[in-house]
């Protein structure tokens, strides 16, 4: 019976909550941050103006908002009324590629009914506050495991209301692209090429670079520029090594090269990124 079982992209999905919240306020509020983990917005009531990643969007009530990791968000209230939204932070990936780019989904969708999702988030905020306010050791395996069974049910309900088209190829998933990107992650400081990725688990590189696109939709050099640039945001946020340094650690040997495609995918500089954000981490 196992020799026939397929494994799919799914099954290596890894997901965790990292806050939620409801948030009520007033109609002029603003803020401008970068938050280290990707998040979704439902909002109840009220307009907002938010420019994220260079591009603007208008918030109103169904409006469902979802924003990766490391990216810029400024906010603007545009009503008279109060703004209410809900907000869950996660983190999540399968085999290294964030949920939202894995399942194209759309930064900003309007739902024609929210009410099942907000019942569904409600409780799990509930669910989440309760299992936060336990002292250490308090906390015992049926409380998690609710809250385990009640965030699935919430990303299911987010889901079914979102214009997802998953490949029908995707749904059969190849060993190999784990293999490759456990190798990626282990070496992505050194040079890669898809050739020496794919020499590392014993595939041509045609035939390499057509599971990665079946299966993360991106080539595998597309992949180590995508991790590298994540590992890059984290190291400008969370430490103090020279620009330099970080380029090397992510495996830019050139400062130059380092901050020229830095700079082609998030509009800044690194060094003016860590400027920019370092200190403006929060959770929303």
């Excluded at 260079?54 to 009503?79: M, T, W």
């Excluded at 409600?122 to 299992?131: E, F, G, N, V």
């Excluded at 692209?177 to 045609?206: G, K, W």
């Amino acid at each position: 019976m196992a020799d026939k079982l397929h494994f799919s992209s799914i099954d290596h999905l890894r997901f965790y909550l990292k806050w939620g919240y409801e948030w009520k306020m007033p109609p002029d509020w603003r803020f401008e941050r970068i938050n280290r983990y990707p998040f979704f917005w439902l909002v109840t009531e009220g307009t907002m103006d938010v420019i994220y990643d260079n591009r603007a969007y208008r918030l109103e009530a169904g409006s469902l908002f979802c924003a990766e990791a490391y990216l810029p968000l400024q906010v603007q209230g545009s009503s008279e009324r109060p703004i209410a939204f809900l907000s869950i932070g996660y983190e999540a990936d399968v085999l290294g590629t964030s949920l939202a780019s894995w399942l194209q989904l759309p930064i900003h969708h309007m739902l024609a009914d929210s009410a099942n999702l907000q019942q569904i988030w409600r409780k799990l905020i509930r669910q989440l506050d309760y299992l936060l306010s336990l002292e250490p050791g308090e906390a015992v395996v049926p409380e998690q495991l609710q809250v385990l069974s009640q965030q699935y049910a919430w990303l299911n309900q987010l889901l079914s209301q979102l214009p997802i088209q998953l490949s029908t190829a995707s749904s059969i998933y190849d060993g190999k692209v784990d293999e490759a990107c456990r190798f990626i992650e282990a070496h992505f400081h050194e040079d890669l090429s898809t050739a020496s990725i794919a020499a590392s688990v014993h595939l041509s590189p045609n035939y390499l670079r057509t599971l990665f696109q079946r299966d993360l939709r991106l080539s595998p050099v597309d992949y180590v520029r995508h991790r590298r640039l994540r590992k890059a945001q984290e190291l400008l946020l969370s430490g103090a090594a020279p620009i330099s340094v970080v380029g090397e650690q992510v495996g830019y040997k050139d400062p130059a090269e380092f901050s020229r495609i830095f700079k082609k995918h998030f509009h800044l500089s690194p060094q003016k990124y860590r400027q920019k954000w370092k200190s403006s981490e929060m959770g929303c």
